[in-house]
């Protein structure tokens, strides 16, 4: 027979020490060893472990800071130089020479004298902040309306009707009607892009609640007579956090863009916005030498746009869980 023993003797230890007494903790024995989990900071993990979010970071700190910082520094008055006729319709190269190097300069001048370059930040700053503030207003709206909405079925048969019939009505019509029923300006745009508009959020959110709202831990929560808005908020929103993400990230360059056309054909907002500048500038887009007039609030409102979508898909990625292991 094959002799299975072991000689101890080769590991060089005692019998004391091959052989010592171990205390049995039932409370030790509990504990998983498991590196500690933290959300957010697994959500910028993955975030910035892509270059290309800290390139897109770096751009969108830039276009914000020349958003909302650069015109507090400068003096823009678009009719400062409109009686001078030899200031007006100037590209790059001739306002430089005309005005001497200024930064105020560098994209040129337009029909009333005005540098193109101030007047395009200026009117960023508008249409940016209008873009963000209809967005929170729709986003908070919907997705607490929707989270109700999901979860509660007498909600449900009520907001189901509502929305078909205010979703039948074209979204851009509403918009142009409510323009020219009040006075045009940024906060009769803001009231007519928000008060339809939180219903499409409400709409998405409620699909994505009904797909979750069944699970095991939420009847168990309902059997223990948990409030709908707790659990709507506690157990099925923090489950959404990239889907909410992700929408957001559609809806702030869709915002831009709408603002920009609904002024490009003339029923925007009365300010100085980048729509407004597009549609003054339309003339020039034809007019030789004149191009670039309607071509850099084009531009920039592209950039915008862009960056803040790629900026806003890839942190909704991140933030997905299924992304963290």
């Known amino acids: 027979m094959e002799n299975n023993q072991v000689d101890l003797s080769e590991f060089g230890l005692s019998d004391e020490e091959l052989f010592a007494h171990v205390d049995h903790s039932a409370f030790e024995s509990e504990k998983i060893t498991a590196p500690r989990y933290s959300y957010w900071r697994s959500v910028f993990r993955v975030f910035f472990k892509k270059k290309i979010n800290i390139v897109m ?11 909302y910082v650069y015109p507090l520094f400068i003096n ?4 400062a130089n409109i009686l001078d006729p030899n200031a007006k319709h100037l590209t790059a190269a001739k306002a430089l020479d005309y005005f001497g190097f200024s930064i105020h300069y560098i994209l040129g001048s337009g029909s009333a004298g005005e540098p193109i370059f101030d007047a395009m930040w200026t009117g960023a700053r508008i249409s940016v902040s209008l873009a963000f503030l209809v967005a929170l207003i729709n986003m908070t709206v919907g997705i607490l309306a929707g989270a109700v909405w999901g979860f509660s ?4 048969v009520v907001m189901t009707e509502v929305f078909n019939i205010v979703g039948n009505v074209p979204y ?5 009607v409510l323009v020219l029923i009040f006075k045009p300006g940024f906060w009769t745009m803001v009231f007519a892009l928000t008060i339809t508009g939180w219903l499409a959020v409400a709409y998405f959110i409620r699909t994505q609640v009904i797909i979750i709202r069944d699970r095991e831990y939420n009847m ?3 059997c223990l007579g948990t409030p709908i808005w707790r659990i709507a908020t506690k157990n099925i929103l923090p489950f959404m956090t990239s889907v909410i993400v992700t929408y957001a990230a559609l809806e702030i360059p869709a915002y831009i ?7 490009y054909i003339g029923m925007g907002i009365s300010e100085m916005s980048l729509g407004k500048m597009i549609s003054e500038a339309q003339s020039a887009m034809i007019t030789p030498g004149w191009e670039f007039e309607f071509w850099s609030p084009v531009a920039i409102s592209a950039v915008i746009s862009i960056v803040l979508f790629v900026f806003g898909q890839n942190l909704g990625d991140a933030a997905d869980p299924r992304t963290h292991m």
């Open 220 to 222: 168990a929560s309902r």
């Open 153 to 156: 079925k007498k909600v449900d």
């Open 57 to 67: 970071i770096g751009i969108l700190v830039l276009l914000l800071l020349l958003t």
């Open 76 to 79: 823009y008055d678009r009719f």
């Open 172 to 176: 851009e019509l509403l918009i142009a």
């Open 257 to 263: 863009g709408m603002e920009v056309f609904l002024s």
